[in-house]
């Protein structure tokens, strides 16, 4: 009983909770969904460019005043990602800075590794033209993170291979930045992998891969495998968006990798290949003076002075235009050399200290350099030994700050090498950790399990005990009763013959030999005598009937169980002087009932009965036994004082018929009110 109230319960409250639960979050969806929709048409009214640039960021600052109120998921993380994006194409460095900040702390703390991975690339971006380490520290933690999702091989390869390319890229420039070209050749071929198993056709990181092995390999003086890089890397870029601007890129690559081989004529010959793009370069000012200053410089270096200075200036005059400081410092310096060459020194020295000073504020070092130089050339000697040392100390200064760099670059990998190395070793202790525990789990679970069965086994032996022990005490009954049957059967067929041959034949003799006397005798008692005459054949007709009925079977062949429940009624209640009536249905066929079921409802009734003799104080007892839809039902009802519900989970008795009514799949109820008495009420199936 105690435990079918309190599955009711638990299933009550667990379903209220599971309601309420599932109502909760079917409103949090409905909510976040709502308030993605206007993330998303703020992020998109973000991106129109016909927009003012302060409209566009008023939008993205509402977009973020509601990814704020997100709960704290993966979409919340994805969400600032894409307004950081915004906000980076915004040129607003910062916004895109802080959101990432905010992206990567959210990712460690929800453990996602993916997100994680996505903020360590942006930060990389955002450090990669400011802080040198700081960016390779960032690009190579998303590195650790997607080389370990290759190693478990949990996750499919394609869904993060593109981004890792990204990383991959972005890191190989940076070495190369610092002159590590090895490692920039290492990590562009790893990154190039990684495209290819994404099947980056339509966008420009293949392209892009393959020029940076050009130039790297130029650095290396592997021309050929340069001009073979630039050339794969215009074949990459055909057919998509930025066809034109690679193979513009692309020629003007290899012209460069001429030029260093001082195959001038093959160098012109890319340049103006590149510049045949008339139409695409009118649109980029910057890329069309870039190639014709190029191209005037190889002129230069080839002493055909044909169209020098006059490429130079026409040059010049367009980076002016744009304000390509970049651009013009280069410029000029080659203006300076063309100058110096005539032996003009005066002019060569404007234009120098021009490319000078514009290198300075820039901190354009490379350039920077040449100016010393060139200065140090044209230059009175004092002067020119002062821009001589210059040079020296920059120079100096350069090589060191790239060697403190690729320092830098090489403590980072090779802390992190270090780190993966003790995370392996932790992993293989913890692997053997796990192991043992799990040895010693699986001995504790066999030795439990063990147990259990041989305390189950008891259990098992105990109930089949018991089951046959009921099963011989029901047969002791029935033949007790059968016996008990037999006896009086006997004695009532003893009582029919005796009536019948003894009493009747005495009371027909004294008839006869009334009737004798009635027929020899007139003396005016022969009415009388006929009077007692025929009392005596009433007599002999009511004993002769007496003498059937008890020598006639009258009971049914299932009287022997019914009687022996009506027995065990009649002797309880005589003892404990409490009336009682008591009711079988006859439609119940108690000689196909199951024996077991039998001794189980004898010992529930049983039970019942002295629970009341000892603590009900009851004056009658009704006991029924109904036959309702193929169940038998069995209703003890007394008149006592009752008892609290609380009792009930604490009577052993009542227990006990708890489990013999579960032991025959049925329902037991005990309904009682204090000084109302009390039902118990067993419905089995038949």
């Not at 008890?550 to 019914?562: H, K, R």
Request: charged content about 30%; proline content about 1%; some cysteine.
């Amino acid at each position: 009983m105690k435990h079918f109230l309190n599955s009711i319960l638990i299933i009550f409250f667990l379903s209220l909770f599971l309601g309420c639960s599932v109502e909760s979050k079917k409103r949090d969806y409905e909510t976040d969904d709502l308030k993605d929709n206007l993330i998303n048409s703020h992020l998109d009214k973000s991106k129109d460019k016909s927009r003012s640039i302060n409209d566009r960021k008023d939008d993205l600052a509402k977009a973020y005043g509601i990814v704020s109120t997100l709960s704290d998921n993966p979409l919340k993380i994805e969400r600032l990602h894409n307004i950081s994006i915004e906000y980076y194409s915004l040129d607003e460095q910062e916004k895109f800075k802080q959101l990432n900040l905010r992206a990567l702390d959210l990712a460690k703390r929800l453990k996602d590794s993916i997100k994680l991975a996505k903020s360590y690339g942006f930060l990389g971006i955002y450090y990669r033209s400011r802080e040198l380490d700081s960016a390779y520290k960032s690009f190579n933690e998303a590195d650790k993170i997607y080389l370990s999702f290759d190693k478990d091989q949990k996750r499919d390869p394609v869904t993060y291979a593109y981004d890792h390319g990204k990383v991959l890229i972005d890191l190989a420039k940076l070495s190369r930045k610092v002159k590590d070209y090895s490692e920039s050749e290492n990590l562009t071929i790893r990154a190039i992998k990684k495209f290819e198993l994404a099947e980056d056709k339509t966008e420009s990181y293949l392209p892009l891969s393959y020029s940076n092995l050009g130039t790297v390999a130029k650095y290396l003086e592997r021309y050929d495998d340069a001009v073979f890089y630039h050339q794969k890397a215009i074949e990459y870029a055909e057919n998509t968006k930025k066809e034109t601007l690679y193979a513009i890129i692309g020629n003007n690559n290899i012209g460069t990798v001429y030029k260093s081989q001082k195959k001038y004529d093959k160098a012109k010959e890319y340049y103006n290949k590149a510049l045949s793009y008339d139409g695409f370069l009118r649109k980029t000012p910057k890329q069309y003076a870039l190639l014709l200053d190029n191209l005037a410089y190889v002129n230069f270096l080839s002493n055909d002075t044909s169209k020098i200075p006059e490429l130079f200036y026409m040059t010049l005059k367009i980076r002016d235009s744009i304000d390509d400081q970049y651009g013009i410092a280069t410029n000029t310096l080659h203006l300076a050399e063309y100058y110096k060459s005539i032996d003009n020194d005066s002019i060569a020295k404007l234009y120098v200290e021009r490319s000078r000073d514009i290198s300075l504020d820039l901190q354009n070092n490379e350039e920077l350099l040449k100016a010393y130089q060139l200065l140090s050339e044209i230059t009175n000697n004092e002067k020119g030994l002062e821009y001589a040392n210059k040079y020296i100390r920059l120079n100096d200064s350069l090589v060191k700050e790239e060697r403190l760099v690729r320092d830098k670059f090489a403590r980072v990998k090779f802390e992190t090498d270090e780190i993966t190395e003790k995370n392996l070793q932790i992993s293989r202790e913890n692997e053997i950790l796990i192991i043992a525990i799990l040895g010693l789990t699986a001995l504790f679970l066999l030795g439990y399990i063990i147990f259990r069965q041989q305390q189950s086994n008891k259990e098992l032996m105990f109930a089949q005990t018991q089951q046959e022990a009921n099963q011989e005490i029901y047969r002791l009954l029935l033949n007790q009763q059968i016996k008990l049957e037999e006896g009086r059967q006997l004695e009532q067929q003893r009582m029919s013959e005796e009536l019948h041959d003894g009493v009747l034949g005495r009371l027909f003799g004294v008839r006869l030999s009334l009737d004798g006397i009635n027929q020899r005798a007139n003396d005016g008692f022969t009415e009388s005598r006929n009077k007692y005459i025929d009392e005596l054949k009433s007599i002999e007709k009511e004993i002769r009937l007496i003498s059937h009925d008890l020598g006639t079977e009258s009971l049914p062949s299932d009287v022997a169980y019914i009687d022996a429940v009506e027995s065990l009624i009649s002797d309880l209640c005589d003892v404990n002087e409490i009336n009682f009536e008591f009711s079988n249905d006859e439609d119940i066929d108690w000689e196909h009932i199951d024996d077991q079921k039998k001794v189980n409802l004898f010992r529930i009734l049983q039970e019942s009965l002295q629970n009341i003799f000892k603590h009900a104080n009851a004056k009658s007892i009704k006991i029924n036994f109904d036959f309702i839809e193929d169940k038998i039902n069995l209703t003890i009802l007394d008149d006592g004082i009752g008892f609290k519900s609380a009792k009930v989970k604490k009577g052993i008795g009542l227990k006990n018929i708890t489990s013999r009514v579960s032991q025959m799949s049925g329902v037991v109820q005990f309904l009682s009110n204090k000084d109302s008495g009390t039902v118990v009420s067993v419905s089995v199936p038949a």
